[in-house]
């Protein structure tokens, strides 16, 4: 599994969508947090691709389109913000069920930089950390596993779902994806918790981002 998923993401299925011809994938994400009464939850749908940048062809997994039609309100839609070496950019109050996407612009040297999630408005590093290295010989890492950087990739695009207790993390498109249990530790304040865009490299650099924050899904059939 971990070939369509680095994280915590097992027990997975798929389907062939014949009126939209494409398959989708899902699985579950086995955690459990203390205090509740549940172990688990199903992951976000995913349409499963073919990469085509690249010999041999790598398999992508995305989040379907759909998702998009739970989008509540767009918290922040930033365009090309420079991040120094060792600084950060904190985007506060967005809560704890998001659709994140960010754009990395990448330079020449070692890069290290990322996005933190879930974090505490009264603690900054109680958060989850998704970050990116990328070693001067090219090569590159998402929390420390190995991923896909090509030569002709200018930039890096993380897209991370995150919903109260987990986040799903999406490289590149699909590229690489992760899914990441996260039981935060001050639960009252779950709506008011921040998204955190850092630079911890060697080069100034500049990033995209948008935050949208989400619905509940209304999964129940109808009632008779």
């Known amino acids: 599994n ?9 027990a997975s299925k798929t389907f062939f969508d ?25 992951s976000f749908p995913r349409v499963v691709s073919i990469e085509n940048t690249k010999d041999p062809k790598w398999i992508t997994t995305y989040p379907i389109p759909e998702i ?29 069920q998001l659709d994140i996407v960010a ?9 290290k930089f990322g996005i933190r999630a879930f974090v505490n408005p009264d603690s900054r590093m109680d958060s ?3 970050g990116i290295i990328i070693n001067n ?3 590159a890492t998402m929390r420390g596993l190995p991923i896909n950087i090509y030569e002709t990739d200018d ?6 779902l995150v919903d109260r207790s987990v986040a799903e993390a999406f490289v590149q498109g ?24 850092y630079n911890d490299g060697e080069a100034d650099i500049a990033f995209d981002l948008t935050i949208n924050q989400m619905e509940t899904a209304n999964v129940m059939p109808p009632q008779a």
């Open 2 to 10: 971990n070939l369509l998923d680095m994280g915590r993401f097992y």
């Open 18 to 42: 014949a009126p939209n011809k494409r398959r989708i994938l899902f699985g579950w994400i086995g955690y459990h947090c203390d205090g509740t009464n549940w172990s688990g939850v199903q």
């Open 68 to 96: 998009a039609s739970l989008h509540s309100n767009v918290s922040f839609d930033e365009k090309a913000v420079p991040l120094s070496p060792g600084m950060f950019k904190t985007f506060g109050n967005v809560g704890s």
């Open 103 to 111: 754009r990395f612009n990448l330079t020449k040297g070692k890069m």
């Open 128 to 130: 989850l950390d998704i």
């Open 137 to 139: 010989n090219g090569t």
């Open 155 to 160: 930039a890096m695009e993380l897209r991370i």
């Open 174 to 197: 699909g590229r690489h994806a992760a899914a990441i249990p996260f039981c935060p530790t001050n639960y009252k304040k779950m709506d008011t918790m921040g998204v955190e865009v």
